[in-house]
């Protein structure tokens, strides 16, 4: 075996084992789970017991249609039904994805990078900023779909380059990407993107080389693997009038994200922030902003000529830009991010890390690949030293990054962490619901969660009357719990929305209890029968 080989083999075995050490640490205690966390769970149990594709958190109205799951893709909870129904403890199973899943996207990061460069180290280091690269390292140790959803994109595009390397593609080729291109969209809506991105690309190529039989057979790929997510989104139409029920519990209408925020926020999340503890940002930062100027213009100078004086070698390195291995790539990154600053609102404000989070391990592997590009165009030691170094450093950054974060990664970050677990009106809920009791929150995915109980999500009831609501089963009475949240309106324990959930609730029923927990207001109603 070469020796290379060898560098290349213990490099992916130390950065697997890195990996694995890195994210059990992080998820030592309980795998950090969110509000959609509970929602996939719910549906994943309800499958797993044979009830169905629905949830138990439904609005105050319409109940029926609302517990259709709708919202999201039924992909995620239908692969953790299969192993509920196995018997898998809940977070021995959610442990597991997650950490398979950041194995996973490291290492089909690094065998995509290395079919593209087949560069030893171009490869290993695409496998640490994945690993490293602070967002993503804090979202993939969620339960969340980008377990299942980062790996299988990766996976399409390396299934892509190693199929258009192929003159004649086997029955297993096409059979591989028609179950990426099936899956994809069946975890994440916006996977139709890629499908019909990678679809366009494959199309093209073999029609511009006279390959009609080929083109024919992607074809039928294409479309075959997206008739189970037609039937999915015809079944939400069905059941609920609409193909495809996302939003968020405050609604569509309130104002939109500036261009700016969404710009501002993909730069934070890149930029690295590195400290060799030499005191050169110390002194850079005291320098004049002239001088910073002038450097900066200096450097622009610089390497404009650089760039100008070697630009038929750098038109060379850069020539396999254009492969259809790396188009659908960038394309991809295009409309996906492009889609994002046309529609993106600050109800996902909070989220849009997350929300762009499809699109990081992409923009990663194309700085890496921009970066080998220059080393193939420029042979001599110094650039070649100084591409190195900079990709280096960039490794060492996003690594301080992340490993600033632990602490707080470690201690919970999700609907787990101690501020939710241990909020006080847990304890209360748990020690005086009966099971005739209806329950009715702001923040329905916690206390199913902890509760695991139908909830009734309280969303925009000033514009309901509380004759609208569903009245308990015989015997029950009614649990408001109100936390702050932007789907109700006011602070919750403010006397002003307290003297208005009074007069909102009496045509209907008697408050026989009331207290705060916090910034959580409680009221037990008691509705006639």
């Known amino acids: 075996m070469k020796f290379k080989t060898l560098v290349f083999l213990a490099g992916c075995f130390l950065i697997g084992g890195f990996a694995l050490f890195?994210?059990?640490?992080?998820?030592?205690?309980?795998?950090?789970?969110?509000?959609?966390?509970?929602v996939y769970l719910n549906a994943a149990y309800n499958l797993a017991l044979g009830k169905g594709l629905q949830i138990d958190m439904t609005l105050t109205t319409m109940q029926e249609s609302s517990r259709h799951y709708c919202d999201y893709m039924p992909g995620f909870p239908a692969f953790l039904s299969m192993f509920?129904?196995?018997?898998?403890?809940?977070?021995?199973?959610?442990?597991?994805?997650?950490?398979?899943?950041?194995?996973?996207?490291?290492?089909?990061?690094?065998?995509?990078?290395?079919?593209?460069?087949?560069?030893?180290?171009?490869?290993?280091?695409?496998?640490?900023?994945?690993?490293?690269?602070?967002?993503?390292?804090?979202?993939?140790?969620?339960?969340?779909?980008?377990?299942?959803?980062?790996?299988?994109?990766?996976?399409?595009?390396?299934?892509l380059t190693i199929y258009f390397q192929k003159k004649s593609p086997s029955l297993k080729d096409f059979l591989l990407l028609f179950i990426l291109m099936a899956a994809i969209p069946l975890i994440r809506i916006v996977g139709l993107l890629l499908v019909g991105i990678a679809g366009s690309v494959m199309l093209i190529r073999s029609l511009s080389q006279q390959e009609r039989k080929r083109a024919m057979m992607e074809m039928v790929v294409v479309l075959t693997s997206q008739i189970p997510t037609l039937l999915v989104l015809t079944?939400?139409?069905?059941?609920?009038?609409?193909?495809?029920?996302?939003?968020?519990?405050?609604?569509?209408?309130i104002?939109?994200?500036?261009?700016?925020?969404?710009?501002?926020?993909?730069?934070?999340?890149?930029?690295?922030?590195?400290?060799?503890?030499?005191?050169?940002?110390?002194?850079?930062?005291?320098?004049?902003?002239?001088?910073v100027i002038g450097l900066v213009i200096l450097g622009l100078i610089v390497g404009g000529i650089i760039i100008w004086?070697?630009?038929?070698?750098?038109?060379?390195?850069?020539?396999?830009?254009?492969?259809?291995?790396?188009?659908?790539?960038?394309?991809?990154?295009?409309?996906?991010?492009?889609?994002?600053?046309?529609?993106?609102?600050?109800?996902?404000?909070?989220?849009?890390?997350?929300y762009f989070l499809p699109a990081y391990p992409f923009i990663l592997l194309l700085v890496v690949f921009l970066v080998d590009s220059f080393l193939q165009s420029w042979k001599h030691f110094i650039p070649q030293g100084l591409l190195y170094?900079?990709?280096?450093?960039?490794?060492?950054?996003?690594?301080?990054?992340?490993?600033?974060?632990?602490?707080?990664?470690?201690?919970?970050?999700?609907?787990?962490?101690?501020?939710?677990?241990?909020?006080?009106?847990?304890?209360?809920?748990?020690?005086?619901?009966?099971?005739?009791?209806?329950?009715?929150?702001?923040?329905?995915?916690?206390?199913?969660?902890?509760?695991?109980?139908?909830?009734?999500?309280?969303q925009r009831i000033e514009n309901l009357s509380c004759k609208d609501l569903q009245k308990p089963p015989p015997n029950g009475r009614m649990f408001f719990v109100l936390f702050p949240e932007g789907n109700y309106k006011g602070e919750p324990t403010s006397p002003e929305n307290e003297a208005w959930f009074h007069n909102w609730i009496s045509p209907c029923g008697t408050i026989i209890e009331h207290q705060n927990f916090n910034e959580t207001a409680v009221y037990v109603v008691d509705f006639p029968e």
């Open 235 to 253: 079944e939400n139409y069905l059941k609920t009038g609409r193909f495809y029920c996302a939003t968020n519990s405050a609604g569509w209408e």
């Open 309 to 354: 004086k070697t630009r038929s070698r750098i038109r060379k390195g850069f020539e396999s830009w254009a492969s259809p291995s790396v188009i659908p790539v960038i394309f991809y990154l295009a409309g996906y991010v492009g889609f994002l600053f046309l529609f993106g609102n600050s109800w996902a404000m909070w989220d849009f890390p997350r």
């Open 22 to 38: 890195l994210g059990q640490m992080i998820i030592s205690v309980y795998p950090a789970i969110t509000h959609d966390t509970s």
């Open 389 to 458: 170094l900079s990709l280096v450093l960039l490794v060492v950054a996003y690594g301080q990054m992340t490993f600033r974060k632990l602490p707080e990664m470690i201690t919970g970050r999700g609907i787990e962490s101690a501020p939710i677990k241990d909020h006080p009106v847990l304890t209360y809920l748990q020690r005086n619901l009966q099971p005739s009791d209806l329950l009715l929150s702001t923040r329905e995915p916690t206390l199913w969660y902890y509760l695991r109980r139908p909830v009734r999500r309280v």
């Open 84 to 159: 509920l129904r196995l018997g898998i403890p809940e977070g021995v199973l959610l442990k597991g994805i997650i950490l398979t899943g950041i194995l996973t996207m490291v290492y089909l990061g690094i065998w995509l990078m290395w079919e593209w460069t087949h560069r030893l180290f171009s490869s290993l280091v695409t496998g640490l900023l994945l690993l490293l690269f602070p967002p993503l390292i804090n979202f993939m140790t969620y339960a969340l779909t980008e377990s299942l959803y980062l790996p299988l994109t990766l996976g399409l595009f390396l299934g």
């Open 255 to 291: 104002e939109r994200t500036t261009r700016g925020y969404l710009a501002q926020l993909l730069l934070e999340q890149f930029k690295p922030d590195l400290s060799l503890g030499l005191g050169f940002r110390r002194a850079f930062s005291a320098l004049p902003s002239e001088i």
